[in-house]
Structure formats: structure tokens, C-alpha cells
């Protein structure tokens, strides 16, 4: 069966340093991965996408990198600040329709 | 711009009872996804429109939930009768040109 796993549902991490979250999946062969963040009582928010045919991709602090042969996509963030905090959610979209599956998400705190 | 509109913001409902939620996405989106999202958990698509067709309804409880996107602009989504496991925040999200979904603020239902 399908399934999209993210690592440890909390990551504690120290300002300043690298945040490494992890998105895994099985029987899926998604045309693109997206991140996003959600922070509590509200909506997901887009922060980058990355193709099936792309190794890696940069935003600013923000790092993501796609290897569809481990099927697995790392979201880093450097230099982490508290305002980092929040859930990040990882989504497979596969087929022309567009359709999105979501991870449960890794929710990060980042302590001053 | 303005963004994905959503009401109402919260609800409370007894079980068996109905209820309906507004969706109004950004100006010229094609694509209007809902989603539930149950506490501790990722968003899981619920019904897809592309206009004022379904794309993917798969994981829509077709026996309780309904939904219509008139004039491919709005959306409602609808439960009837409404079941205690429904208690859950549902989000919509719009998509135009490019792949990134823009998300409402959600509407948290409680049943009781």
C-alpha cells in the first residue's frame, strides 16, 4: 500500500543550528514533492517544490533535497531561529490530476 | 491578493445533526481541493474540482459528506448525519497556474 512517513512526529533543536527533517515514501511515483508549513489553528503554507528529475533546491535558509531511488526527500534549515517553530508537511503529487498526499508532519521546535 | 476564504471558523454540532462549510478560493483558481485533517495528522483530500467538475472524490464518505462547486468558484462541503469521528479542522486550498495549493484558515468542527 501507499505510504508517505515523516521522521519522529518532534524534533528539538538548539537556535543556530541545522534542522534535518525527513519525508519517506513507498509505492508512489510522484511527478513532484512539496513542503510546507503549518503553524497551530491554521492553514498549510507553500515554502518549495522539487521535481522528480531535480537533486536539490535552495530558498533562502531552506534546503530540500528529492532522491527518487531511496524514495525518501530531506528539508533542511539552517541557521534556525525560534520562529522556525512550527509543523512542516511534506506532499507527493502524482498524475495529471494533481492530487496531493500529505505526511502527518514533523512539528520542530527550536529553542533560543 | 486576497486569500482562500473559508466559514465558518468554528462549530460545534451534535451527533446526527447537519452542517455545511463555505469555501471561496483566490480569484481565478482553477483547482479547489478540500481536505480534513484530523489533530495530530496530515491533511487527507477529500474531493477535488477542477472548475465546477470532480476530479478525485475517492476518500469522500459519500453516504454522509457531499460537496458542489457551483460556477467553479465557490464550494460547499456538506455532512449529513454528522458522526462523533468527524470532529476534525477542514481545510480548503486552491491551486491556479502554478503547483502550489494556497489554504484557507480551516474550520474546526467539534461533534458531541
Known amino acids: 500500500s501507499q505510504k508517505i512517513e515523516q521522521n519522529s512526529e518532534a524534533l528539538n533543536i538548539q537556535e543556530g543550528k541545522t534542522a534535518t527533517l525527513t519525508c519517506n515514501y513507498t509505492n508512489y511515483s510522484p511527478a513532484y514533492l512539496q513542503w510546507y508549513r503549518q503553524d497551530p489553528g491554521r492553514g498549510p503554507v507553500f515554502l518549495l517544490l522539487?521535481?522528480?528529475?531535480?537533486k536539490e533546491k535552495r530558498k533562502e535558509r531552506l534546503k530540500v533535497t528529492f532522491d527518487t531511488t531511496l524514495k525518501q526527500s530531506l528539508f533542511h534549515i539552517t541557521a534556525s531561529q525560534p520562529a522556525d517553530s512550527a509543523t512542516y508537511l511534506c506532499?507527493?503529487?502524482?498524475?495529471?490530476?494533481?492530487?496531493?498526499?500529505f505526511g502527518d508532519g514533523t512539528t520542530l521546535t527550536v529553542k533560543p | 491578493e486576497a486569500g482562500v476564504a473559508q466559514s465558518p471558523r468554528y462549530k460545534i454540532i451534535e451527533k446526527r445533526q447537519s452542517v455545511a462549510f463555505w469555501c471561496n478560493p483566490i480569484?481565478?483558481?482553477?483547482?479547489l481541493y478540500w481536505y480534513q485533517q484530523i489533530l495530530g495528522q496530515g491533511p487527507k483530500l477529500l474531493i477535488q474540482f477542477q472548475n465546477n467538475g470532480v476530479v478525485d472524490d475517492s476518500q469522500l464518505p459519500k453516504d454522509r459528506f457531499s460537496a458542489e462547486r457551483l460556477k467553479g468558484v465557490d464550494s460547499t462541503l456538506k455532512i449529513q448525519p454528522a458522526k462523533l469521528e468527524d470532529s476534525a479542522v477542514y481545510l480548503c486550498?486552491?491551486?491556479?497556474?502554478?503547483?502550489?495549493?494556497?489554504f484557507g484558515p480551516g474550520t474546526r468542527l467539534t461533534v458531541t
Open positions: 506532499a507527493l503529487e502524482t498524475g495529471n490530476a494533481g492530487k496531493s498526499t
Open positions: 486550498a486552491s491551486k491556479g497556474s502554478s503547483y502550489e495549493q494556497y
Open positions: 480569484s481565478g483558481h482553477a483547482t
Open positions: 522539487i521535481r522528480e528529475n531535480e
